[in-house]
């Protein structure tokens, strides 16, 4: 059985306290996720089931078909990486962490479960439905329900503190997520999720300059502490755009990635099972 082991060396943060900022690792351990996920993506996708569906029913008999070891192996792999990411973060922040990490391995676990069984003509589907992280971390199967009553939780607490897991939220959301809202029209209630997380993360509504907005504000309102304030609050707030958009960039090469080794490997399935039909014919 695969068990991940990328954390063994690696020295906890000495500014990393229960009581200080913690949204670093938290962000980190969702990106390493979002990256594993797509690894085993590419796998899901690129294996000879998924293929199969794209060739044709005429052709199975020239190759193996299991797709549930397969499915299982990804499922197991997806376990132990979130599981020794919930042991480091007991390491750097003791019980705090572990707690604190909890619901971000909801939202982790959410998130994979919907993508799995979201992928077209993959024949692991069945035995991931029956089988969902969700229920082997978590022991229930409400994800679809719960991530979204999780959300209305969080915003309600007003904790200015936890922006890493309104920063975990909305990229669940960015990245697709949709839950009970999946296949339906949600009404607008994703995107209204989407700008209160913003709101959460930034304070302020994700809005678009409207040609109104003074370029030189009365600079007289301010004492000096103000100003400082201010240029504090416009630090944090560039400091969450940059790790916003370095998790969109990542989904867009990781995306490339998944596109570019998915179609090379049903481009050689494909050539493999002509190669074997030619032989046939001629032989």
Not at 91 to 97: K, S, W
Not at 157 to 174: I, N, Q, V
Not at 239 to 268: C, E
Request: glycine residues 4%; aromatic residues 14%; charged residues 25%.
């Amino acid at each position: 059985m695969h068990r991940p082991k990328f954390f063994n060396d690696v020295p906890a943060p000495s500014h990393m306290t229960a009581h200080n900022t913690h949204f670093p690792y938290l962000v980190t351990f969702f990106q390493q996720f979002c990256i594993e996920i797509a690894k085993m993506k590419v796998t899901a996708l690129s294996s000879k089931t998924h293929a199969l569906k794209h060739v044709g029913s005429n052709t199975k008999h020239f190759l193996d078909v299991s797709p549930d070891p397969e499915a299982k192996d990804i499922l197991d792999r997806l376990y132990y990486f979130l599981e020794e990411q919930s042991i480091e973060a007991k390491r750097i922040e003791g019980q705090f962490g572990e707690s604190l990490y909890k619901e971000a391995q909801y939202i982790m676990a959410a998130l994979a479960d919907e993508i799995f069984l979201s992928l077209p003509s993959w024949q692991g589907r069945a035995f991931w439905e029956a089988n969902l992280l969700e229920e082997r971390l978590f022991h229930t199967h409400v994800a679809g329900e719960k991530f979204f009553e999780n959300i209305d939780h969080f915003l309600q607490l007003k904790e200015p503190s936890r922006k890493d897991l309104a920063f975990l939220y909305l990229s669940a959301l960015g990245l697709g997520f949709r839950g009970r809202y999946r296949g339906f029209d949600d009404q607008g209630k994703i995107t209204h999720y989407k700008e209160e997380l913003f709101f959460h993360l930034y304070q302020e509504r994700p809005t678009l300059p409207d040609g109104h907005v003074s370029l030189f504000p009365d600079t007289l309102q301010f004492n000096i502490s103000d100003i400082l304030h201010e240029n504090a609050v416009q630090q944090k707030k560039k400091t969450w755009r940059l790790i916003f958009a370095g998790m969109v960039a990542l989904y867009i090469v990781v995306s490339y990635i998944i596109w570019y080794d998915t179609t090379n490997n049903l481009r050689r399935t494909v050539d493999m099972i002509l190669d074997d039909v030619s032989s046939i014919l001629e032989s």
